[in-house]
Structures are given as C-alpha cells and as structure tokens.
C-alpha cells in the first residue's frame, strides 16, 4: 500500500502513528470504467486519491446536459469530497469512472479529519490539491465565458492527450464534457481535422499537428 501511496509524496512524511493510522483507515477500490462513483446529494465517506486510470466530475444542468467541472488524475484527490468531509455537507455534483480501469484509495472521513488535525504533511497536501484545483477551476471558467466551442474544443483534446498523440474519446463523450451537443461537437471536430491538425475515427481522436491545435486552442 506504502508503494501505492508513493503518488501522494507529501503523504510520505507522516509520523508512524500517523502512517499507522492512515493505512489502518484506507481501503483500495478497483472501478470499471464509466462506473458511478458519487451522485449530487451524497455522503461523502472519505478522501478519495487515485491511484491508477482518472475520476471525472461533472454536472447536470436543468436541461439534463453535462459538463466535466475537472478530472482526478493518478496522484491526485477530490477537493469537492474534501471540502464535504469538513464541512460536512452533501456532495455538490457527480463522479464517474473516466473511459479505463481505475484504483482509488478511499480514506475514512474520520481518520482524515484527525489526520488533518495532527498532521502538517495532511495540511499541506489538502492545501495545494486545493489551490491546484481551484486554479483549473479558473481556468475553465474563463474558457467557458470567453473562447468559442472550436477553441475550447482544441483545449480540450491538448488537455486530456497530455502529450499522447491518439486520444481514445467519442464525439459524444467530448461533448458531455464541455455541455453542448455531440451534433455540434463533430461538426466543430470535422471542421478542425480539415485543418490537418487532427485525424478522426468512431471511437478516437489522432493528433496530426499539435502546435497548429495548440494555436487554435489560444
């Protein structure tokens, strides 16, 4: 488990009781992809860090469109379940299982609030998963209300390949994640591959050119 937690590095500075208590409270959970994790008006049982493959959180408007709000990454946890174990509310949103398998570790809430009490490397990792997030948060606020669909498109596709040059993703899913139409979203997608920047099939995206999707995205 101590390897397993090897992404959380802050976390390796626990005292032993500390350590002691944190792998006495955490349990390992291994999710099939697009399984539904938490749904708006949960409890939330614990700190959710993800080990392996990514969590989405998303929303549900009035219509019944979503939007993904951010994704938990490996080495990452849920600062919306965070802020609900303090605070103790009801969770605000709703978290699945991104297109992989994924393993997450789930920290009891009780433990985490005695280990955030005791703890300064359990106050630190709280405080910058939270400045972190908040940051994407801001950032896809800001897309949201200033870029065009085609632009945040392009966003979008560089942020998720991170790097990668195939990402494996539908039109609908791509739509999900930025709340408008999957009809919208192929003809934004077919007008962009014609650009050359992008190669397109059902179920995968092939970058061809990323500085000129790069360019597009800015």
């Not at 699945?96 to 005791?118: H, K, M, N, P």
């Not at 999957?182 to 997608?189: D, M, N």
Request: aromatic share 6%.
């Amino acid at each position: 488990m101590l390897d397993k937690l090897s992404l959380f590095p802050l976390l390796d500075e626990l005292s032993p009781t500390g350590r002691a208590r944190l792998l006495a409270a955490t349990r390992h959970l291994t999710l099939q992809p697009y399984a539904q994790v938490l749904q708006r008006g949960d409890e939330v049982a614990g700190a959710y860090l993800v080990e392996r493959g990514a969590l989405r959180v998303y929303y549900v408007s009035a219509e019944g469109r979503e939007g993904t709000l951010y994704w938990i990454d490996p080495g990452q946890s849920c600062i919306l379940a965070l802020n609900c174990l303090f605070a103790r509310l009801a969770y605000p949103a709703w978290v699945e299982v991104d297109s992989s398998e994924t393993q997450v570790a789930v920290i009891s809430g009780d433990a985490y609030r005695e280990l955030f009490s005791a703890e300064a490397a359990v106050q630190r990792f709280t405080f910058d998963a939270l400045a972190t997030r908040l940051f994407d948060l801001m950032s896809l606020m800001q897309e949201t209300a200033s870029l065009g669909l085609e632009q945040r498109v392009a966003a979008h596709l560089l942020r998720r390949a991170v790097g990668a040059e195939v990402l494996e993703s539908t039109h609908e899913q791509i739509a999900h994640h930025l709340g408008s139409s999957r009809e919208v979203v192929s003809r934004v997608l077919r007008n962009i591959a014609r650009s050359g920047a992008l190669s397109l099939s059902p179920r995968s995206i092939t970058i061809l050119d990323a500085a000129k999707l790069r360019a597009l995205a800015e």
